[in-house]
């Protein structure tokens, strides 16, 4: 697996004035992968980015590329190109030239760097646009003209930051597709930055979950989702109801006040544990045969589904159905074993996953902001 | 807020109109005028027709100009770059000090440099302290440049400073990023994009650079002659007001048609024209 290793970031540490970025990080990435690093806002995925990118040397901790040690190597000798956050286009070169910039510096021919910028702009749509100035460009089109002059030298990585953050939400979801397909033609390696966990999920090969400087959890997109391995990544990702468990043995967890039987192993005795519940994975069912019982106290129609805010004992649970119950109907709640997640106690114990302060208001609010 | 109704935004213009019209306009209509007539008042192309005889002399204020103009650039240039790189409070204070000369008369500055590079002066007395060869510098065309680029050198680095300092910084990373070093950034990149700044640097030097009397006047001691100072002559020893109009006026044109040229440079906001 070694040999797969494209870039390797070893006990990497950060500081930059008085604040810790990055904390002894460490993270590979393998050829021809989709990764992306997701977190909040001050997590640490943009220095990432930039450390690879060779904009910023590490406090500490090595970066390889290919093997081979990239400390002293500066940005424009680094077989990496990026997507900025707002596509730094050229202003006084048009979109052709914008394209040819890099090729120009590799002093390719006439004719090749005639070539390569017609596909370029072949593969991002804008054949028409070449003699465009970039000023008059859409978001959209401006995106797309970062894409292709970053594609037109060949890096081996492509770097992207945010790149869809300023774009609308039809947009967003169109360039998501787009990124995907150029990434499996072009068959190189995409690191990709961003706080959307819908677009990390929906793009990724990888994705790596980071908080406060430090990797949270690795995994695929259905991993990080089915498996958090924290109360943050739980939350971070999805919508979860986070409540305070007791594994009494293996596949067997008490929480809420009932015993369910659950599908986790390898727990001490009676240790005390972090119970991930999906909102979609409950189902809604009469109170006499309901495992939980509680009161509806807000229902919002959400087109696909009902989204459901119920009061178990004090906690309010979060619950997706199709089912409709008015607010103050008294309905049972059935969970099935597979839909429990059991998770070991972390710093993120008790912060997040409770859905008492959940208003449509405070959901808006808590929107992670748009770069 | 309520919007002003076009005579009272009119009439919130007319103290400067009335200002423009007395000092502005009318001088230069008396300008014309004179360029076109005679002693008597009669109407005559002869002092246009003599503008020839001063070619030299018209000649030898655009080369210092320029020179001065290229000496400005090129110490303004580094520098600006070098100030964008500084931290923020750094930067104030050294844009501070680089304005500071412009706080004192222009008249004292340049009268002080005199004292400093005549014969007797104060340079070629530490040069004897060192037991170092003197030079003659006053009087010579570079003593006149000299003096052009010192008053006028906060001219060019301002405005360069400010459009470089404008810049988006992720452009040089962008181009970095695309392969290109240091020099190739600044050559394809920085050059290009804070050309607007360059080409009013240009024209705030140049311009006055190419009218002026006073620092030619005292870093020669009167000696080397600009076509400021014939002007100045033709008004002041020689009366000759007819004469004086049509350099006045040859020099304005001049300066109208550099203005012009530096214009293509910068639209209305300073961004580059493609």
């Not at chain 1, 599908?263 to 544990?273: I, L, N, S």
């Amino acid at each position: 697996m070694k040999k797969n290793r494209l870039i390797d970031l070893q006990n990497i540490s950060v500081t930059l004035g008085d604040t810790p970025v990055l904390q002894g990080m460490n993270l590979y990435i393998r050829d021809k992968e989709f990764i992306t690093l997701l977190g909040p806002s001050g997590c640490g995925k943009t220095t990432t980015l930039r450390l690879i990118a060779g904009f910023l040397q590490p406090d500490s901790g090595e970066v390889f590329f290919d093997g081979k040690r990239v400390g002293d190597t500066p940005p424009h000798r680094r077989p990496v190109n990026t997507i900025f956050q707002r596509y730094a286009l050229f202003p006084h070169l048009n979109v052709a030239d914008n394209i040819a910039f890099g090729l120009r510096l590799q002093h390719k021919s006439r004719v090749d760097i005639t070539r390569t910028v017609d596909e370029m702009l072949s593969l991002v749509n804008l054949k028409s646009f070449a003699n465009r100035a970039v000023a008059s460009l859409s978001g959209g089109q401006q995106q797309r003209v970062a894409i292709a002059r970053a594609l037109a030298v060949k890096p081996k990585v492509l770097l992207l930051d945010e790149p869809l953050g300023a774009l609308d939400l039809k947009l967003r979801k169109d360039m998501q597709l787009e990124l995907k397909k150029i990434q499996r033609r072009m068959g190189i390696t995409f690191v990709y930055v961003t706080h959307d966990q819908e677009e990390a999920l929906s793009m990724s090969d990888t994705v790596v979950v980071m908080d406060g400087g430090e990797i949270q959890q690795i995994g695929t997109p259905i991993d990080i989702y089915n498996e958090p391995v924290n109360a943050f990544v739980a939350d971070f990702i999805g919508e979860s109801n986070i409540v305070d468990g007791i594994m009494l043995r293996d596949d067997l967890a008490r929480f809420s006040g009932h015993e369910f039987v659950c599908v986790d192993h390898g727990f001490a005795k009676d240790e005390a544990v972090d119970i991930v519940v999906r909102p979609e994975d409950v189902d809604v069912v009469a109170p006499d045969v309901g495992m939980l019982r509680g009161t509806v106290t807000t229902c919002t129609f959400k087109g696909v589904h009902y989204e459901m805010i119920v009061d178990i004992g004090g906690f309010l649970w979060m619950i997706q159905t199709t089912d409709y119950s008015p607010v103050g109907a008294f309905i049972g709640l059935h969970i099935e074993p597979d839909a429990i997640h059991v998770m070991k106690k972390s710093k993120y114990s008790g912060l997040f996953g409770d859905y008492s302060c959940f208003t449509e208001e405070y959901y808006e609010l808590s929107e992670p902001e748009e770069a | 807020m309520r919007q002003l109704k076009p005579l009272a935004r009119r009439l919130l213009a007319s103290p400067y109109i009335v200002w423009a019209v007395l000092f502005v306009l009318a001088p230069m209509v008396f300008v014309v005028y004179y360029s076109f007539t005679d002693r008597s008042g009669a109407w005559t192309l002869e002092n246009i027709l003599g503008l020839g005889s001063y070619a030299q002399l018209f000649g030898r204020s655009i080369w210092y100009s320029i020179v001065a103009t290229l000496l400005c650039f090129l110490l303004a240039y580094p520098l600006a770059l070098a100030l964008c790189k500084m931290k923020v409070k750094t930067q104030r204070i050294l844009v501070m000090l680089v304005m500071l000369p412009m706080w004192m008369s222009f008249l004292i500055r340049t009268y002080a440099w005199l004292v400093l590079l005549q014969d007797e002066g104060i340079v070629n007395h530490w040069l004897d302290a060192l037991s170092l060869p003197r030079f003659h510098m006053i009087n010579t065309p570079g003593a006149v440049i000299l003096g052009m680029v010192y008053n006028y050198l906060p001219f060019m680095i301002l405005p360069i400073y400010t459009t470089l300092s404008k810049l988006d910084g992720s452009l040089h990373e962008a181009a970095h990023d695309l392969g290109a070093n240091a020099a190739q950034t600044l050559w394809r990149v920085t050059l290009p994009l804070s050309l607007p700044g360059i080409a009013s640097g240009i024209t705030m030097v140049l311009v006055p650079s190419i009218s002026t009397f006073y620092i030619s006047q005292k870093m020669s001691t009167g000696n080397i002659f600009m076509i400021g100072d014939m002007i100045e002559q033709k008004f002041v020893m020689d009366y000759d007001l007819n004469m004086g109009a049509a350099l006045s006026l040859a020099l304005m044109v001049m300066v109208i048609v550099s203005m012009m040229v530096m214009r293509r440079f910068t639209d209305n906001e300073g961004e580059v024209i493609p």
